[in-house]
């Protein structure tokens, strides 16, 4: 927010809107002891009298959020607010971000937001905000179809004068089912390995012991790490029931426990980002996590 009024500030129009958003920050800043990297944020111009003080983010965000809309509108401008992992956003700090889009959208000022999270951003957003479901819509993003998989490995290969077969394409997208991480990393081992101006399909199968272990040591293993003992066996025992959504039951099962007793566990590995709920009394894994499992496990 500083960042852009800082920026719209510079045009004559939507000085006066700018410099009230600079003031509200640092009221805000100061309120609500805003740090980044460990270091209080500071916003240099005068603080402004009763905007965004009263320390209730619900009531300081849509004030903050207007008057760099009214900004953006007087600059003849928008502003795109994105946001990542959406769900590691406490209650009230959604139901802030909420509030401040909703009244947004009331004053029809030029301000879009772009979140992207776990499938359960749509509940918690429900959870913090009843009428988050009539202003926010919620696009699935899952893995590529073999068609949008092809030209994401063919092009940037053409683009360096070399080809693909079609069996090594085909190839790809059944190894890595389309998920959009693994199969740029299946490519790039593909393509480093291949001796010719053309990757064919032994080059690929060559590439993915591989790429499953750079993926491993890697990627996975950083999620990996962020679990207890006893949370790495509640996914492990999650991945070798097979494809998803689990009855806790079934996992509770696997594990050789009570359902009542691998409820704290399955929640912190839920906020965690491993797994998420799909319907009362079922969890599904992230991912990223039943394919570390199948990776590395006799189940895959």
């Not at 406490?90 to 992207?116: N, Y």
């Not at 926010?136 to 179809?145: E, N």
């Amino acid at each position: 927010m500083r960042k852009v009024s800082r920026s719209l500030s510079g045009t004559e129009a939507a000085k006066h809107f700018a410099s009230r958003a600079l003031g509200g920050l640092r009221n805000f800043a100061s309120v609500f002891n805003i740090e980044v990297a460990g270091v209080n944020v500071g916003v240099d111009p005068t603080p402004e009298p009763g905007l965004a003080e009263s320390g209730d983010i619900q009531h300081d965000l849509p004030d903050l959020f207007g008057q760099i809309g009214r900004a953006a509108q007087a600059a003849n401008k928008g502003w795109v607010l994105l946001i990542d992992e959406v769900q590691y956003l406490s209650q009230k700090d959604l139901s802030g971000l909420i509030v401040a889009l909703h009244r947004m959208s009331q004053d029809g000022l030029p301000i879009v937001f772009v979140g992207a999270g776990l499938p359960q951003v749509a509940r918690l957003a429900g959870d913090a905000k009843s009428y988050a479901e009539r202003l926010l819509s919620y696009p699935a993003v899952g893995a590529l179809d073999k068609e949008a998989a092809s030209k994401a490995i063919e092009k940037p290969i053409n683009d360096q004068k070399a080809t693909i077969s079609q069996e090594a394409l085909t190839t790809v997208f059944d190894m890595t089912k389309g998920y959009p991480l693994f199969l740029q990393e299946l490519a790039s081992f593909s393509w480093n390995n291949a001796q010719d101006p053309q990757i064919n399909e032994n080059d690929v199968q060559a590439s993915y012991t591989e790429t499953i272990k750079s993926l491993d040591d890697g990627f996975f293993r950083v999620r990996l790490d962020r679990l207890t003992k006893a949370e790495v066996q509640f996914v492990t025992s999650m991945a070798a029931l097979g494809n998803g959504p689990y009855p806790v039951s079934d996992i509770a099962k696997a594990m050789g426990r009570t359902q009542k007793s691998i409820g704290r566990a399955r929640a912190s590995i839920i906020f965690k980002g491993m797994i998420y709920s799909t319907d009362h009394g079922y969890a599904r894994l992230h991912r990223s996590a039943f394919r570390f499992h199948q990776a590395t496990s006799p189940f895959g």
